[in-house]
C-alpha cells in the first residue's frame, strides 16, 4: 500500500541553520505530497502542498519539490528559527482515496 | 471563519469505561477524518465520513465506531476502554485537496 517515509529525528540545529528533512514515499498512482507541522500541544497544521510532479510547494520560507523520479518531498529551509521547533509530518494523499497517510515525524529543536 | 474544534480537549477515564468525543469540522466541509496519534505508532487513520456516511476504515478493532450527522459534525466512541487507547485523538476536515486538523483530544485511560 501507499507509504511514507521520512528521516528520523531528533533534528537539533542553531538559529540559521540551513534545515533539510527527507521524504520518500511509495504510491500506487499520482498522489498529492503535504508537509504538516505540529506545534506542542496542538493539531498538525498543513505547511505546504504539491499535487503534481515538478510542483514546489511554499510556505513561511519551507520549500518542498515534489520528486517523482526519485519518489520524493524534501522539506528545506534556508535559515531555521527558535519558532520553527516543532514536529514536521510529510504526508500522501492518492486521488482515488480520502486516506491521507502520515510519514512518523521528526522532531526538530532549533537553538539560539 | 471557524477552523474545526474539538471537544473535549482533554478526558481521564478508567479501564471498561465508553467515552464519546466530538468534532465539528469547518463550515462547509463535508468530510470527517480521525487520527489516533501516539508516541509508539504515529497518526494512524481511523475512519472518514462524508455524508453522513463512512467512507473509509482504517485497522482498529469494533470498540472504535463513528458517525456523522447531516450538519456534518462527527462523533467517534470507544467502547470497553483499554490502557493502550491513551491517546491523542485528531479530527480533519476537508472540501478539497488538503486536510484541516482541530487541536485534538487527549484521552487518558487509566
Known amino acids: 500500500g501507499d507509504s511514507v517515509t521520512q528521516m528520523e529525528g531528533p533534528v537539533t540545529l542553531s538559529e540559521e541553520a540551513f534545515l533539510t528533512i527527507n521524504c520518500t514515499y511509495t504510491?500506487?498512482?499520482?498522489?498529492?505530497l503535504f508537509w504538516y507541522v505540529q506545534y506542542p500541544g496542538e493539531g498538525l497544521q498543513l505547511l505546504l502542498k504539491?499535487?503534481?510532479?515538478?510542483d514546489k510547494g511554499s510556505n513561511k520560507g519551507f520549500e518542498a519539490t515534489y520528486r517523482k523520479e526519485t519518489t520524493s518531498f524534501h522539506l528545506e529551509k534556508g535559515s531555521v528559527q527558535v519558532s520553527d521547533s516543532a514536529v514536521y509530518f510529510c504526508?500522501?494523499?492518492?486521488?482515488?482515496?480520502?486516506?491521507?497517510?502520515f510519514g512518523a515525524g521528526t522532531r526538530l529543536t532549533v537553538k539560539p | 471563519k471557524a477552523g474545526v474544534t474539538q471537544t473535549p480537549r482533554y478526558l481521564i477515564k478508567t479501564r471498561g469505561q465508553q467515552v464519546t468525543l466530538s468534532c465539528s469540522p469547518i463550515?462547509?466541509?463535508?468530510?470527517v477524518s480521525w487520527y489516533q496519534q501516539t508516541p509508539g505508532q504515529g497518526l494512524q487513520f481511523l475512519f472518514e465520513y462524508f455524508s453522513e456516511t463512512q467512507r473509509n476504515k482504517g485497522n482498529f478493532p469494533g470498540r472504535f465506531s463513528g458517525r456523522q450527522f447531516s450538519n456534518s459534525r462527527s462523533e467517534m466512541n470507544v467502547s470497553t476502554l483499554e490502557l493502550g487507547d491513551s491517546a491523542l485523538y485528531l479530527c480533519a476536515s476537508t472540501e478539497g485537496i488538503g486536510y484541516t486538523f482541530g487541536s485534538g483530544t487527549r484521552l487518558t485511560v487509566v
Open positions: 504539491a499535487t503534481k510532479a515538478d
Open positions: 504526508a500522501l494523499r492518492e486521488s482515488n482515496n480520502n486516506d491521507m497517510r
Open positions: 504510491a500506487t498512482g499520482y498522489p498529492s
Open positions: 463550515s462547509g466541509h463535508r468530510s
